[in-house]
T-cell receptor, first 113, second 115 residues
Framework: AQTVTQSQPEMSVQEAETVTLSCTYD???????LFWYKQPPSRQMILVIR??????QNATENRFSVNFQKAAKSFSLKISDSQLGDAAMYFC??????????FGTGTRLQVTL | KAGVTQTPRYLIKTRGQQVTLSCSPI?????VSWYQQTPGQGLQFLFE???????NKGNFPGRFSGRQFSNSRSEMNVSTLELGDSALYLC??????????????FGSGTRLTVV
């Protein structure tokens, strides 16, 4: 079984600043994938970034990057140059061989002027 | 390219009734998964369908069921509704059941309220 833990229920960042959202996971599988999803008030879960566990290199998508520490089972999301549109719930998720997503409890990100 | 379409967007039902929710995946996607989202339990996996066959099932009672049609559209059904079934039900489609590389694309969900 996989578990995902997000220890920060809420975070706040000023516009244009950088913020890091934490995520730890636990799995007994050797082949798995990790994801960060964003859920704005519109409710749709939007894929932000994904990481294959077998890849050493940290994934990057424009202003979004991850710090994947496989030994520590840590998968944090860094948002650079934060924008008002980044305000949302952010969910960390993992997927193993069973091809189902296991989600964390989410972090609500507030972006202030 | 059209996204994942879930209908209806909102639904109000009475305890004891049954409900059917619909999900149309992205064209070409053959895998459809369903998730329940509640404030108390968070996001929980219900089931996954691929080529009209249920491939995975979460830990939900038998009142929750689903199916997938030959065009990959999927429906989930909840019978004998309980107040605790009030939730946002999200559908996600994927190109291939075993391919994490493709990720999952979610719909906007159906908000079910049981009164």
């Amino acid at each position: 079984a996989q578990t995902v833990t997000q220890s920060q229920p809420e975070m706040s960042v000023q516009e244009a600043e950088t913020v890091t959202l934490s995520c730890t996971y636990d799995t007994s599988e050797s082949d798995y994938y990790l994801f960060w999803y964003k859920q704005p008030p519109s409710r749709q879960m939007i894929l932000v970034i994904r990481q294959e566990a077998y890849k050493q290199q940290n994934a990057t998508e424009n202003r979004f990057s991850v710090n994947f520490q496989k030994a520590a089972k840590s998968f944090s999301l860094k948002i650079s140059d934060s924008q008002l549109g980044d305000a949302a719930m952010y969910f960390c998720a993992s997927r193993g061989a069973a091809s189902k997503l296991t989600f964390g409890t989410g972090t609500r990100l507030q972006v202030t002027l | 390219k059209a996204g994942v379409t879930q209908t209806p967007r909102y639904l109000i039902k009475t305890r004891g009734q049954q409900v059917t929710l619909s999900c149309s995946p992205i064209s070409g996607h053959r895998s459809v998964s369903w998730y329940q989202q509640t404030p108390g339990q968070g996001l929980q996996f219900l089931f996954e369908y691929f080529s009209e066959t249920q491939r995975n099932k979460g830990n939900f009672p038998g009142r929750f069921s689903g199916r997938q049609f030959s065009n990959s559209r999927s429906e989930m059904n909840v019978s004998t509704l309980e107040l605790g079934d009030s939730a946002l039900y999200l559908c996600a489609s994927s190109l291939d059941i075993g391919s994490g590389n493709y990720g999952y694309t979610f719909g906007s969900g159906t908000r079910l309220t049981v009164v």
